[in-house]
């Protein structure tokens, strides 16, 4: 089916960034993916940071990443990035990518919701010290 393969997290201190990429492949012909991050303390349920379109040009992102993060695709490559500006503690989780296989006619679709999507990355930590 369907595999993501994510890096880029690390121990980094708090007003530092971090870059989160993740690449999909598949045996078959390419289709098109709705992506979004995902992350996930110990202990507490995997809740949404951020989204985008199949297409790169809708985004969706949650309270806590608005303004200091960025999700953003890049189709040739079949990777979706997530930068991380100004990180604080709170930030320290196992983050997560995930898709969506998308019809061209949902080109401009972003999902939000943990069970909407049905294919996961295996995680990458991410700890802000203070």
Do not use: H
């Amino acid at each position: 089916q369907v595999q993501l393969v994510e890096s880029g997290g690390r121990l980094v201190q708090a007003g530092s960034s971090l870059r989160l990429s993740c690449t999909v492949s598949e045996r078959s012909v390419s289709s098109a993916y709705a992506m979004a991050w995902f992350r996930q303390a110990p202990g507490k349920e995997r809740e949404f940071v951020a989204a985008v379109s199949s297409d790169g040009t809708i985004t969706r992102y949650a309270d806590s990443a608005r303004g200091r993060f960025t999700v953003s695709k890049d189709n040739t490559r079949n990777t979706v990035t997530l930068q991380m500006n100004n990180l604080n503690p709170e930030d320290t989780d196992v983050y997560y990518c995930a898709a969506n296989s998308v019809t061209t006619s949902a080109a401009t679709y972003v999902w939000t919701r943990r069970y909407d999507y049905t294919n996961w990355g295996q995680g990458t930590q991410v700890a802000v010290s203070s």
